[in-house]
C-alpha cells in the first residue's frame, strides 16, 4: 500500500524557512515521481516543486522558484521541500503526491498517491 506522511509543516513569520518532509512507503521510492502541491483557504491547489521518477529532474512553480528547494534522500524513502523567504501567500495546506509515470504536466495537475498534507502558516 502506497503511504505519504508530510510533516514539517507550522508557524512562522515571513521571511523565515520552513522544511517540509515527505515520508514514503509501499513502493520502489525511485521509480515514482513525487510532488508538491498546497491549498489555500477558497483557493484551488496549485503545484509547488515536483521530482522525477529517478530524482533526477525537477520542476518549480512559478511563485516558489528561487525560494523552495526540492530533494530527495533514497536512504530514507524521503522527499523534503525546503521553503525560506516565506511569505504570507505562501500559508497554505501542502501536500504530498506521488505518480509511477513522470511528466511535468502532473505538476499542474495531480499526481495518483496522495498524502493527508501539513498546514504552513506564514504570518506578515
Known amino acids: 500500500e502506497v503511504q505519504l506522511v508530510e510533516s514539517g509543516g507550522g508557524l512562522v513569520q515571513a521571511g523565515g524557512s520552513l522544511r517540509l518532509s515527505c515520508a514514503t512507503s509501499?513502493?520502489?521510492?525511485?521509480?515514482?515521481?513525487i510532488g508538491w502541491f498546497r491549498q489555500a483557504p477558497g483557493k484551488d491547489r496549485e503545484g509547488v516543486s515536483c521530482?522525477?521518477?529517478?530524482?533526477?529532474?525537477?520542476w518549480y512553480g512559478d511563485s516558489v522558484k528561487g525560494r523552495f528547494t526540492i530533494s530527495s534522500d533514497n536512504a530514507k524513502n524521503t522527499v523534503y521541500l525546503q521553503m525560506n523567504s516565506l511569505k504570507p501567500e505562501d500559508t497554505a495546506v501542502y501536500y504530498c503526491?506521488?505518480?509511477?509515470?513522470?511528466?511535468?504536466?502532473?505538476?499542474?495537475?495531480?499526481?495518483?498517491?496522495w498524502g493527508k498534507g501539513t498546514l504552513v502558516t506564514v504570518s506578515s
Open positions: 503526491a506521488a505518480s509511477n509515470q513522470w511528466s511535468t504536466i502532473l505538476c499542474y495537475y495531480g499526481m495518483h498517491y
Open positions: 509501499g513502493f520502489t521510492f525511485d521509480d515514482y515521481a
Open positions: 521530482i522525477s521518477s529517478r530524482h533526477t529532474s525537477t
